[in-house]
C-alpha cells in the first residue's frame, strides 16, 4: 500500500501491515528480513583502492606524456623513459592519497552517527541496530532521539518532530496518531514520521511503514543515481591546457627540425635526437605532478579553514565559482532561537544581549542596562518561561560551550530566565511541578500545573493570539489590572511589528487555581504576564563573508525551506538583500516561482535572491538553469532534499554537524563547522589554486619557450646546437622541477577575493601571458646567445656550458617573477615564501656540483668555468627578474591610465 497509511487509521495500518500494538515476533522479523532487505540505504559502490589510482590517469596530460615516453623508448633513450614514468606515477600517487584522505575524513564524519532504535519485539522493548527494523515493527520515540525509518504513529504525547532535513522547516512541527485526508501534502502528514528526522520533544510509539530505499530519504537518494557526474571545471582546464602543451611541443619540434635541416651541417640522426629532446623538453613532464601538489596543498590548506575536499580537482573549481546558492538554517543563521525583545504590557520594549545557547546577556531598556532583580514584573515573566518548560541548557565544560535538549523554542526560554538570574525551576517558581499539558497545534499552547504555598497557579506558553484571546487582565505596574481593548490593541501591533521581522513570538502568562489536574478547555481567564520575540541570528561573520563575495564578483542566493519572512529578514541581516533597495522583487516562494513560464522564471532566478518554501526539485531546476546560463554554480545543503542539487551543481556543499548521509556523499566539499564564511575561504583558497596553477604553467611555458628561441636561432645562423638533447631534458626536468614545486607552495597576496572570478572557460594558458611570454624569450635567449658566441672562441663545450648555466639561472630568477605577474617580488617580500628560497639554494648546489664534478662533467659535455666566469654569468642571468620587474611596473602603470 504505497504512501497512504497517513489516509488509515491506526487499526487499519496495524493490519495493512500483519502488525499489532505489541509488534512483531522475532521470528516473523527475520522472515520480513528476507522480503524486504535490511533497512539501509545503499551507498554508492565504494571506489576499490585499485580503481581510485588508475583514475588518476584520466587527463590528456598523462597521455600526452605516455607518448613522449614512447618516443624516448623508440630512440633508445631509457633515462628519459624512466624519468618520465616516474613523474606519471608520481602525480597518480598525490591524487590517489589526497582523495583516499578525504574519503576517510567524510567516513569518520558519518560513522558519528547514531544508528540505534528501540523497538517492541516478543511483547518486550528491545534496542537494535536501525538497519534491522522491518514494515510492521512497533519503534518506541522520545525526546532527542532520531526516527530510524518512514512510519504511522500509533499514539503520542507532546510529540513535535525537527522535519528540516526533508521538509527545510527549521521550527518542530506537532505530530498526532489522528489520520488525515489522502490528499495532504507531505509536509502535513501530521501522523507520520520519517526517517532522517528527530523527535523534538515529547513521546510516540509508531509503527514502521518503509524501511531502506522505499522510505522518502531512500526515493531521494535513488534519484541521484540519474544523475550523471560530470568533469570539473579544472579537467576541462587541464585538458585544454594539455591539447596547447601537445600543439607547441610538435610545432617547435618540427620548426626545430626544419630550419637545422635547411642550415646544413647535422646528420639526420642529430637532427632527429635534437628535435626529439626539443618536443620532449617542451612537454613539461613535471606539469601533472606540480598541478596535483598544487591542489594537494590547497586541499590541506582548505582541511585546516574546516572544508574537507572529498575529491581533488574540485579545489581550483571554488575559486572560479560565480553564485553560491546556500541554505539559512545552520549555515546562515546559528540554528540557535534567542530571544531579542521583551514585552511588558505598558511598558517600553525592552531588548536581550547575547547569542545562542550561552546564558549570559543584559536587559536593556532606554538604553540602560535594566536591574532585572528589582523588577517585580520582568522576574514573573521569567519565572513562567523557565516553569513551562522541558528543555534543559548542557555545559560542555572542556569545551565550554553550551548544547540544547529538548525543544528550541522553549531552549531559548532556558537561556531567557538564566540571563534574569532564574537558572533553575526551584529558583523561579516556589512550589511542585503536578501536571504538565504539552503543546499541540490544537491548543496553540503548553500549560504547567504547580502546587504552592498560596496554592495552585497554571504557567502558559503559547501563540500569542491564542493567549490574548485567553486572558481576561494582565500583569501591571500595580498589580493584576483588567485587559482593555486599547492594551491589547498595543500589544498586537507589536506583535505584527515583530512578526515582520521575522521574529518567533510567544507570549506568557498565568492562572491561579484550584484545578488540581489540567483540563485545556478550562484554560481560560489567564493573566497575560507579556511577550517575547526570538529569532535565529545569524552568524557573526555571515555578514562580512557575504559582502566578500559581493567584492569578488560572486552572486549569493538564498535557498531555502522557511518562511518568506523569516528569509527575507535574515537576507537583509547578512546583506544578500540591501535594506534600502525597494526596486525590485526581494523574495519569491515555490508557488509563485511554479505560476511562472519559462521566460519569467529566467528572469527570476537572474534578479531574486532569496527564494523560500522550496522543493527539492524547484532546487535542482535553479541549479541547472543558473549552469546553463553560464554560471558556475556552488551550492549548500545538509538535508536529503538538498542532495539532488548538491550533485548537479559544479560544487555541491555539505554540512559536515548537522548534514546527512545522503547530501554529504553528493558533495564535493564537507564544511566541517557548517559556516558559511568557511565556503569564502575555501573560494578564497581555490583561487590561489589556479593562480599558482597559472603560474606553475607560464613559469614552464616561458623557460621552454626561450630554450626553443635560442636552440633556433643559433642553428639557423649556421652554427652548431647550443645545448645537447641530455642538457636539454635536465634543464627540463631538474630545474624547471625543483622551481615549479617550490611555485605550486605561493600563499596569496591578500588580493584574491578583491578581482571578480575566473571565467568558467577561461583557459590555464591564454593570451594575457603573451606579452610577458615575449619579453622573457628575448632576454633569455638574448642571454644564451650572447653567452654562446662570447665562449665559442673556447670550444663548443665551453659555449655549451655557458649556455646551460646562464638558461639555468635565468630560468631561477625568473622563478621570482612568477610569484605574482602583478606585484614585485620586493613588494611581496624576498624571503616570504621559504619553500622557494630553499628551491633556489638547492638548484643552486646542483648546478654547481654537476659542472664542478669531473663524472657530471663527462655525461654532460662541460667544460670548467672560472669563479668570475661563473659569477658574471649569474649576474647576466639575474636580467631575466629585472626584465621581470620592469615588465609588472610598466603594465601597472599603463592600467592606471587606461583606467
Not at 497512504?4 to 520480513?32: K, M
Not at 535490511?38 to 565504494?46: R, Y
Not at 505584527?496 to 498565568?510: E, G, H, T
Request: charged fraction near 20%; include cysteine; charge should be neutral.
Amino acid at each position: 500500500m504505497e504512501e497512504v497509511y497517513h489516509a488509515l487509521t491506526v487499526e487499519e495500518a496495524l493490519r495493512s501491515l500483519d502488525s499489532r500494538r505489541e509488534g512483531l515476533a522475532t521470528e516473523e522479523v527475520r522472515r520480513r528480513q528476507v522480503v524486504f532487505g535490511m533497512n539501509e540505504i545503499p551507498e554508492a559502490q565504494k571506489t576499490s583502492w585499485v580503481l581510485l589510482f588508475l583514475r588518476q590517469f584520466k587527463s590528456l596530460l598523462i597521455a600526452v606524456l605516455l607518448v613522449a615516453a614512447v618516443i624516448a623508448l623508440a630512440m633508445g633513450h631509457l633515462v628519459d623513459m624512466y624519468v618520465i614514468f616516474a613523474v606519471i606515477f608520481i602525480n597518480a600517487s598525490i591524487g590517489f592519497f589526497q582523495e583516499l584522505r578525504a574519503e576517510n575524513a567524510v567516513a569518520a564524519l558519518k560513522r558519528m552517527l547514531v544508528q540505534q532504535a528501540r523497538v517492541l519485539r516478543d511483547g518486550k522493548e528491545k534496542l537494535v541496530t536501525a538497519k534491522e527494523l522491518v514494515p510492521g515493527d512497533v519503534i518506541v520515540l522520545e525526546e532527542g532521539e532520531n526516527i530510524p525509518a518512514d512510519a504511522r504513529i500509533i499514539e503520542a504525547r507532546s510529540l513535535r518532530i525537527v522535519e528540516a532535513s526533508l521538509t527545510g522547516e527549521s521550527m518542530p512541527v506537532g505530530k498526532q496518531a489522528e489520520l488525515v485526508g489522502r490528499d495532504t501534502a507531505f509536509a502535513e502528514r501530521r501522523c507520520m514520521l520519517y526517517k532522517g528526522t528527530y523527535v523534538a520533544s515529547g513521546f510516540a510509539r509508531a509503527v514502521v511503514c518503509f524501511t531502506g530505499l522505499r522510505t522518502a530519504i531512500g526515493k531521494i537518494a535513488e534519484t541521484l543515481t540519474e544523475i550523471k557526474p560530470q568533469r570539473t571545471n579544472f579537467q576541462r582546464k587541464t585538458d585544454r591546457l594539455a591539447r596547447q602543451m601537445a600543439v607547441i611541443a610538435v610545432f617547435s619540434a618540427c620548426l626545430l627540425f626544419v630550419v637545422a635541416y635547411f642550415s646544413g651541417g647535422h646528420t639526420l640522426d642529430e637532427l632527429l635526437l635534437i628535435s626529439i629532446a626539443a618536443m620532449v623538453s617542451s612537454i613539461p613532464e613535471g606539469l601533472p605532478a606540480v598541478l596535483s601538489i598544487v591542489l594537494a596543498i590547497g586541499s590541506h590548506r582548505m582541511a585546516k579553514r574546516n572544508a574537507i575536499v572529498r575529491e581533488l580537482n574540485s579545489v581550483e573549481t571554488l575559486g572560479a565559482v560565480t553564485t553560491i546558492v546556500t541554505d539559512k538554517t545552520g549555515t546562515l543563521t546559528q540554528n540557535m532561537l534567542t530571544v531579542r525583545k521583551v514585552l511588558l504590557p505598558q511598558e517600553e520594549e525592552i531588548l536581550v544581549t547575547g547569542d545562542g545557547w550561552h546564558p549570559v546577556g543584559n536587559f536593556v531598556q532606554h538604553d540602560k542596562i535594566l536591574d532585572h532583580e528589582g523588577h517585580e514584573r520582568l522576574k514573573k515573566l521569567l519565572s513562567i518561561a523557565i516553569g513551562s518548560n522541558n528543555a534543559a541548557i548542557v555545559h560542555d565544560a572542556e569545551k565550554d560551550s553550551y548544547t540544547l535538549t529538548g525543544d528550541p523554542t522553549e531552549g531559548a526560554l532556558v537561556v531567557l530566565a538564566h540571563k534574569g538570574g532564574l537558572g533553575l525551576v526551584s529558583s523561579a517558581v516556589n512550589g511542585i511541578k503536578t501536571d504538565d499539558l504539552p503543546f499541540n497545534s490544537k491548543n496553540r499552547f503548553r500549560a504547567t500545573l504547580f502546587r504552592e504555598k498560596e496554592g495552585n497557579r497554571i504557567l502558559v506558553i503559547g501563540a500569542p493570539e491564542r493567549i490574548l484571546e485567553l486572558s481576561n487582565s494582565f500583569e501591571g505596574r500595580n498589580g493584576v489590572e483588567l485587559l482593555s481593548a486599547e492594551v491589547a490593541e498595543g500589544i498586537q501591533e507589536k506583535i505584527d511589528r515583530w512578526s515582520s521581522d521575522a521574529m518567533r513570538i510567544i507570549a506568557l502568562a498565568y492562572k491561579p487555581t484550584n484545578e488540581e489536574r489540567l483540563d485545556a478547555e478550562k484554560i481560560d481567564s489567564l493573566v497575560l504576564a507579556g511577550i517575547v520575540g526570538m529569532i535565529d541570528p545569524p552568524r557573526p561573520d555571515a555578514r562580512e563573508a557575504v559582502e566578500k563575495c559581493k567584492h569578488a564578483g560572486i552572486r549569493v542566493i538564498m535557498a531555502t525551506g522557511d518562511h518568506i519572512n523569516t528569509a527575507v529578514a535574515i537576507a537583509k541581516a547578512v546583506a544578500i538583500i540591501d535594506n534600502g533597495d525597494t526596486s525590485k522583487v526581494l523574495a519569491l516562494n515555490e508557488s509563485q516561482l511554479v505560476a511562472l513560464d519559462d521566460k519569467e522564471f529566467d528572469e527570476a532566478v537572474r534578479t531574486v535572491s532569496v527564494f523560500s518554501r522550496l522543493t527539492p526539485n524547484m532546487k535542482l531546476r535553479i541549479a541547472s538553469r543558473l549552469q546553463e546560463m553560464g554560471e558556475l554554480v556552488a551550492m549548500t545543503g545538509d538535508g536529503v532534499n538538498d542532495a539532488p542539487a548538491l550533485k548537479k551543481a559544479d560544487i555541491g556543499v555539505a554540512m559536515g554537524m548537522m548534514g546527512t548521509d545522503v547530501a554529504r556523499n553528493s558533495a564535493k566539499l564537507v564544511l566541517a563547522d557548517d559556516n558559511f564564511a568557511t565556503i569564502v575561504s575555501a573560494v578564497e583558497e581555490g583561487r590561489i589554486v589556479f593562480t599558482n596553477a597559472r603560474q606553475t604553467s607560464y613559469y614552464l611555458v616561458t623557460t621552454n619557450f626561450a630554450e626553443i628561441v635560442a636552440l633556433i636561432s643559433v642553428i639557423a645562423s649556421g652554427n652548431l646546437i647550443p645545448l645537447t638533447a641530455t642538457q636539454i631534458l635536465w634543464l627540463n626536468l631538474v630545474t624547471d622541477g625543483v622551481g615549479d614545486i617550490s611555485l605550486a607552495t605561493e600563499k596569496g597576496h591578500g588580493e584574491e577575493l578583491s578581482e571578480k572570478a575566473v571565467g568558467k572557460g577561461e583557459n590555464i594558458l591564454n593570451r594575457k601571458i603573451l606579452p610577458f611570454l615575449l619579453v622573457m624569450a628575448i632576454v633569455m635567449s638574448g642571454g644564451a646567445l650572447g653567452a654562446y658566441f662570447w665562449f665559442l672562441p673556447q670550444g663548443i663545450e665551453k659555449a655549451r656550458t655557458t649556455v646551460f648555466i646562464i638558461m639555468a639561472f635565468m630560468q631561477l630568477f625568473n622563478l621570482l617573477n612568477m610569484r605574482s605577474l602583478h606585484k614585485s617580488v620586493f613588494e611581496i617580500g624576498l624571503f616570504t615564501n621559504k619553500y622557494i628560497n630553499v628551491a633556489l639554494a638547492v638548484s643552486l648546489v646542483i648546478q654547481l656540483v654537476i659542472i664542478e664534478t669531473p663524472f657530471f662533467e663527462s655525461v654532460f659535455g662541460f667544460r670548467p668555468v672560472s669563479f668570475l666566469e661563473f659569477v658574471s654569468l649569474v649576474a647576466c642571468a639575474s636580467a631575466s627578474l629585472w626584465a621581470g620587474e620592469a615588465y609588472k611596473y610598466s603594465r601597472r602603470k599603463f592600467e592606471r591610465i587606461i583606467s
